[in-house]
């Protein structure tokens, strides 16, 4: 047992262990009892990165992306190609990163997700300045270098979707505008319809502001009196 296990983890690890110095290796052996429910961690240089939960809105999209995906692996002839998709998930790179999705390609069997890399790594961009620059660099250089094959980085707020892969001098990448679809031989006969999934988004946005202008309007009385 390391001396990780038998000192720090004693207390369960939350929002004040961020900044925590870890090696990969006490990650990846803290138990699960360790991990205080309701937050995101990530293993980031050694340095323990905890984040809460993302918006409902991307939760509401990135649900909706596991159905599209079942749906196709079980109705289309081609789906067999998709092996297995899920949400929220630890990427095993030189560092520990959380995807909003991943997805296994190709294999024909169940893939083992500690030492597979997923063939497709999905993100919804965060309204959070410093998660964007991750999201479009640092996790893109990583999950290229690990053997990732496509990364999808989808921005509602640009209303545009990034599809990057790994080249010969660096990282390609594909724009689907809003109004397109895309599709990808790593599963052949999937289509992901964007506008869809930048609707859905934006349902969320608009029920937040009928929501804070019914709380800002003015409550009137009903006219008239009662009898006393």
Not at 73 to 82: E, K, M, V, Y
Not at 187 to 200: K, R
Not at 211 to 228: C, F, L, S, V, Y
């Amino acid at each position: 047992m390391s001396q990780f296990i038998a000192k720090k983890c004693r207390t369960r690890l939350g929002p004040g262990s961020a900044g925590r110095l870890m090696t990969p290796e006490e990650f990846d052996s803290a138990p699960e009892w360790a991990w205080k429910k309701g937050y995101r961690y990530e293993l980031i240089r050694d340095v323990l990165v905890v984040s809460p939960f993302l918006e409902a809105a991307i939760r509401d999209c990135n649900d909706h992306m596991g159905y599209w995906l079942r749906h196709y692996r079980d109705s289309d002839p081609r789906g067999s190609a998709l092996d297995v998709t899920l949400p929220e998930h630890i990427v095993y790179t030189n560092n520990r990163r959380w995807a909003d999705r991943v997805v296994w390609t190709g294999l024909g069997r169940i893939p083992n997700p500690e030492t597979e890399q997923p063939s497709i790594v999905i993100e919804f961009v965060s309204f959070r300045r410093r998660d964007a620059l991750r999201d479009w660099e640092q996790k893109r250089d990583e999950y290229l270098a690990a053997g990732v094959k496509e990364y999808w980085i989808i921005d509602r707020f640009r209303r545009i979707m990034t599809v990057y892969r790994k080249g010969l001098a660096g990282p390609t990448s594909d724009v689907v505008m809003e109004a397109q679809s895309y599709q990808t031989g790593l599963l052949p006969g999937f289509v992901l319809p964007l506008s869809q999934l930048l609707a859905m988004a934006d349902s969320w946005q608009q029920a937040k502001r009928a929501r804070r202008q019914r709380e800002d309007t003015p409550k009137i009385p009903p006219a008239g009196g009662t009898d006393g």
